[in-house]
């Protein structure tokens, strides 16, 4: 009780004011989008920049806590693909969709307040170390599967332009605001100069409201996604990605993999995370399945009260 009170109510209700702000009128979805826009370009890169320079990462190796997650990460993938393709009878590019949200989770909206609220800045390295692989794995990965799950639709023709696939990968990554805070700070962290003066009071006020504007720009964007068709299949990947995946996580942190307890908990967590709305912008590239991912995005975000309260207890074990 002590977790759903102090931890996932005070983050979910920031997500349900921002939806409630935008449902009533009060602001509209313009709004929403540039708080949107300014969250990913200027306020979570910042706050990764800080904490890449200035953290202590001599606690474990990262392949620790990348390997159970990632692993999970392809494991979900997998089981998110072949349920849709098999149970609900939809195309290889649905399936990719499926595939995306089942295994991609929301580790910047959702993940990095979550964490800090519940572990602090050693929570805060943790999941940093997480976002540095996740979006570059994600992103190269649905270009790849992109062009199979077209040809295999009969959608494309059989010509594979894999420079010009990973051109693109290339350039998405180099220009991303999230890669871009990361590099920042590796290179900073290198000069060994500390993060002071008149630029460090900036870095960390806007760094201190990363967390809040997050929330209440995922809660805003909602209103965007919403309830469509589909809603069981919706409901069926939900389940996969807030219980399949951390329970895979949970089993490997525990019994396979050492880390620092704290590096095994934010894992889990992670895992435990709602489809990222990434998954929806893969469904838009295809022109299909666009209900699919919002609904796993919509009901996996909702669904995710109870299950982060859940899964923030049984990390205590860890």
Not at 7 to 32: A, C, K, Q
Request: hydrophobic share 60%; with cysteine; charged share 10%.
């Amino acid at each position: 009780m002590e977790q759903i009170i102090g931890i996932v109510l005070p983050v979910f209700g920031l997500i349900g004011i921002g939806y409630v702000v935008v449902w009533s009128g009060l602001l509209g979805e313009g709004t929403g989008e540039a708080l949107a826009d300014f969250v990913f370009a200027v306020a979570i890169p910042v706050l990764i920049f800080r904490t890449i320079a200035v953290a202590d990462f001599s606690a474990a190796a990262p392949w620790r806590l990348w390997l159970p997650y990632f692993a999970a990460f392809a494991v979900n993938w997998v089981v998110g693909h072949l349920m849709i393709r098999s149970l609900f009878g939809r195309d290889h590019r649905t399936g990719l969709v499926a595939g995306v949200s089942a295994a991609y989770g929301n580790t910047v909206l959702v993940g990095v307040p979550l964490v800090i609220a519940a572990y602090g800045d050693d929570g805060a390295v943790a999941i940093t170390l997480i976002i540095a692989v996740h979006l570059p794995i994600m992103m190269t990965a649905s270009a790849v599967m992109i062009g199979r799950a077209e040809r295999l639709d009969g959608v494309a023709d059989g010509h594979v332009d894999a420079a010009g696939a990973a051109a693109s990968v290339a350039r998405n990554l180099a220009t991303n605001p999230i890669i871009v805070g990361l590099a920042a700070g590796a290179l900073w962290r290198l000069t060994g100069w500390p993060v002071g003066g008149v630029p460090g009071v900036l870095v960390e006020r806007i760094a201190g409201v990363a967390s809040t504007l997050a929330l209440l720009a995922l809660g805003m964007s909602l209103r965007k996604y919403g309830i469509r068709r589909n809603v069981p299949a919706g409901l069926a990947l939900s389940a996969v990605k807030l219980m399949i995946m951390p329970a895979l996580v949970f089993v490997m942190a525990r019994y396979v993999v050492a880390m620092p307890p704290v590096w095994a908990k934010v894992a889990v967590v992670a895992a435990a995370c709602p489809t990222g709305v990434n998954a929806y912008l893969v469904a838009a590239r295809f022109r299909t399945g666009e209900a699919l991912a919002s609904n796993a995005v919509a009901l996996s975000t909702g669904l995710a009260v109870l299950s982060t309260a859940f899964w923030l207890n049984v990390v205590a074990w860890l």
